[in-house]
């Protein structure tokens, strides 16, 4: 015997299994797995099986509702990045290359504050088809607008807003005319000058007014009888 095979060198290592280690491959079952039927439970018994299946279906309601609210905000934003996207798109076509990076930097947090505290619980909703009210709305709404560029409220009115505010403010408004199925430019006629006291001479009009006929496609036109 060489001296390498006295110390274990050069020889072939044996590969071992569950069984040269004595320990069974399926292993011992967690008591868990094999619940006590519940007619062999006694009353405290019964009491506490019930309780964890209450929790447990909590548990799973409130995964579902995140999950629905997280679905319609981040719906929401995607909609207002998009329309930001082809605003963007068109303005540099007109020159406007810098501020179209802006507008596009903004639209990466746009409505990040809805994510938590008052505006996740009262602003973001399980359902699109749900109304909400109370004074805690009100709060949230508050909170939200006092806080966010893309409000006129922020500014003390539309016509203090910087333009790119101006910008991903119209694309919010579209996105939302989108998900309610409503006329944009109709809505911003009859509804939002009058909510914000605007004149349709006024600096900010003027400013909504050119990205809105840029962001807009134009409505089709009827088709001409070829006979």
Known sequence: ???????GEGKTPKILNAND???????????????????????SEVVETAKEAHAKLEEITRANSMIRKL???????????????ILSERLIARGEIDFSKIILANSMT?????????????????????DMDGDKLEMAIYQHVMTNDHHPERWGGIDHMPREAIAEM????????????????KYIKEVFVKKHNMSFKGKGYKTM???MDILVDKPLKPLQPTI
């Not at 280690?21 to 009353?43: M, R, V």
């Not at 008052?118 to 749900?130: A, C, G, P, T």
């Not at 119209?170 to 430019?185: F, H, I, N």
């Open 71 to 85: 679905n319609n905000l981040q719906r929401h934003i995607r909609k207002v990045q998009d329309a930001i996207q």
């Open 21 to 43: 280690i004595n320990i069974s491959q399926d292993g011992p079952k967690p008591k868990h797995c094999e619940p006590k039927p519940l007619d062999k439970q006694t009353k």
């Open 1 to 7: 015997m060489n001296h390498k095979q006295e110390n």
């Open 209 to 211: 007014k050119f990205f």
């Open 110 to 130: 746009h409505d990040l504050s809805k994510f938590g505290g008052i505006e996740w619980e009262y602003l973001v909703k399980e359902d699109s088809q749900i």
């Open 170 to 185: 119209v694309c919010d408004l579209y996105a939302r005319s989108q998900e309610a199925g409503t006329d944009l430019m």
